[in-house]
T-cell receptor, first 108, second 116 residues
Framework: GQSLEQPSEVTAVEGAIVQINCTYQ??????LSWYQQHDGGAPTFLSY????GLEETGRFSSFLSRSDSYGYLLLQELQMKDSASYFC?????????FGTGTRLLVSP | SAVISQKPSRDICQRGTSLTIQCQVD?????MFWYRQQPGQSLTLIAT?????????ESGFVIDKFPISRPNLTFSTLTVSNMSPEDSSIYLC?????????????FGPGTRLTVL
C-alpha cells in the first residue's frame, strides 16, 4: 500500500519560516509534489521534486531525499494569505496519491 | 495551465437517488481523475478516467457505485449511484498532462454533495 504522513497542524507568525515534513511509503515512486488548498478552494500546485535536493520557487522551497523517503516544504517570509492546508503527494505510475495534509495557521 | 470547471457546484440529494457530475477542461489533457474529499480531510483518489475505455478504480471504489465516462480528451462525468448519507463529500475532478508541465496536476473547484 501507500502512505504519506504529515503533521496535522503547524502554527507560525507573519514573517517567520516554517517547514512542513512529509514521510512516505509507496511503490512506483516518480516524484513528490506539494499542493496548497485554501478553505473552500481547489488544491493548487506548488512544487515538484523528482530528484534529491532542493527546489526553490520564490518564497517556497521543497526538498526531497529518496533514500530516506522524506521531503519537506519550506515557506519563508510567511504572510497571512499562506494560511491554508498543504498536502504532499506522491506521483506514482499514472496517478497522484495525497498525504494526510497539514493545516498552517499564520498569525499576526 | 489548464482551467477545469465542474457542474453542479453543489447539490442536496435524497438517499437512493443518483447524481452525475460533469467536468470540463479547457485544453486537451492526457489524464483525468476523480477524487473525493471530506471537509478538513485529505483527497482520496476514486478512479482514473480513461478516454474511450473503462475507468481504472482504486481499492474500495467500484464501477457500479461510481460509473465514470470520458468520451473525449477534455470531458468526463462521475455518477454517484444509489446515494446514502455516507456519500456526502466534495468530489473533485483533476487533470494532468497539458503542454506546460506533465508533473503538474490541476483541479476543478469541486462539487459539494449532501445526501439526506
Amino acid at each position: 500500500g501507500q502512505s504519506l504522513e504529515q503533521p496535522s497542524e503547524v502554527t507560525a507568525v507573519e514573517g517567520a519560516i516554517v517547514q512542513i515534513n512529509c514521510t512516505y511509503q509507496t511503490s512506483g515512486f516518480y516524484g513528490l509534489s506539494w499542493y496548497q488548498q485554501h478553505d473552500g478552494g481547489a488544491p493548487t500546485f506548488l512544487s515538484y521534486n523528482a530528484l534529491d535536493g532542493l527546489e526553490e520557487t520564490g518564497r517556497f522551497s521543497s526538498f526531497l531525499s529518496r533514500s530516506d523517503s522524506y521531503g519537506y516544504l519550506l515557506l519563508q517570509e510567511l504572510q497571512m494569505k499562506d494560511s491554508a492546508s498543504y498536502f504532499c503527494a506522491v506521483t506514482g505510475f499514472q496517478k497522484l496519491v495525497f498525504g494526510t495534509g497539514t493545516r498552517l495557521l499564520v498569525s499576526p | 495551465s489548464a482551467v477545469i470547471s465542474q457542474k453542479p457546484s453543489r447539490d442536496i440529494c435524497q438517499r437512493g437517488t443518483s447524481l452525475t457530475i460533469q467536468c470540463q477542461v479547457d485544453s486537451q489533457v492526457t489524464m483525468m481523475f476523480w477524487y473525493r474529499q471530506q471537509p478538513g480531510q485529505s483527497l482520496t483518489l476514486i478512479a482514473t478516467a480513461n478516454q474511450g475505455s473503462e475507468a481504472t478504480y482504486e481499492s474500495g471504489f467500484v464501477i457500479d457505485k461510481f460509473p465514470i465516462s470520458r468520451p473525449n480528451l477534455t470531458f468526463s462525468t462521475l455518477t454517484v449511484s444509489n446515494m446514502s448519507p455516507e456519500d456526502s463529500s466534495i468530489y473533485l475532478c483533476s487533470a494532468r498532462g497539458t503542454s506546460a508541465r506533465t508533473d503538474t496536476q490541476y483541479f476543478g473547484p469541486g462539487t459539494r454533495l449532501t445526501v439526506l
